[in-house]
């Protein structure tokens, strides 16, 4: 099977919605920035509706429908909550993500192979409605034949160690948790599955994982929206669109 395509961006918008609500207010517009990201180049926007709705809002993600002119992936944890407003929202992608009440963001990538039956019963209703579905996982055989067993469409694999390990410097693990990284995006490609990949993700940590030729899709947001308080949004999107091109151009 070959890989076709250009690497696709996709900016998390999470993190504007995140400085909102710390004020309660309606300002900074989450799905301004949105806007914005498409105007700077973004292929798609994410946004997760948690459980608590610590970030996005129910709001959010029904003026994302109604004005987004690129595709919406919707992350969502496997609740009937969500999947109810999946299905009535019908945004292009939904991407099932482990999700804990305490955690300050999602830590690790689902458990597909201990909740296959129930996954794959949860995720039959969004595919019918015509949604993409994709799983949120570790770069883990096991993990990534049971996505593949229950009918997902694409994984995404979490970048989060391999990110965290470059950070504290312990380059030895990172280039381990890189190598499988790249096993597996090759192993979930063998299988018919897209592969996107994302959680972490910096300039400094983009190039290696836009090499991959398998990965068609990186999400970033944290990283994103913490540098356009610098440099503004439209510039740190094409920043990092500049540095997934290189790497990609170069592989």
Do not use: W
């Not at 207010?25 to 292929?43: F, K, W």
């Not at 229950?150 to 190598?179: K, N, P, S």
Request: with cysteine; glycine share 6%.
């Amino acid at each position: 099977m070959s890989v076709q395509g250009k690497l696709r961006l996709g900016v998390n918008i999470d993190h504007v919605a995140t400085v909102r609500n710390a004020r309660g207010s309606a300002y900074p517009d989450p799905v301004r920035a949105a806007q914005l990201a498409e105007d700077a180049g973004a292929d798609g926007i994410t946004a997760h509706l948690r459980e608590d709705r610590r970030h996005i809002s129910d709001n959010d993600i029904e003026r994302l429908v109604a004005t987004l002119r690129v595709p919406l992936n919707f992350e969502m944890a496997a609740t009937e909550e969500m999947q109810a407003i999946a299905i009535r929202h019908k945004p292009h992608a939904v991407c099932i993500v482990p999700e804990k009440r305490e955690e300050k963001t999602t830590e690790g990538g689902l458990e597909v192979a201990r909740e296959e039956n129930k996954l794959a019963h949860f995720i039959t209703p969004l595919r019918e409605a015509g949604s993409r579905v994709s799983i949120f996982i570790a770069a883990d055989q096991r993990q990534i034949d049971a996505a593949h067993r229950i009918g997902a469409q694409v994984i995404e694999l979490h970048t989060g160690a391999y990110c965290d390990l470059h950070a504290e410097g312990r380059f030895d693990e990172r280039d381990a948790e890189l190598d499988r990284m790249r096993e597996m995006s090759t192993y979930a490609h063998s299988l018919g599955l897209e592969v996107h990949a994302g959680h972490g993700i910096t300039y400094d940590t983009v190039q290696p994982i836009a090499a991959f030729p398998e990965i068609m899709e990186l999400n970033i947001g944290h990283f994103i929206v913490g540098e356009a308080i610098f440099r503004g949004l439209n510039p740190a999107i094409a920043e990092m669109r500049r540095l997934m091109d290189a790497a990609r151009s170069d592989a």
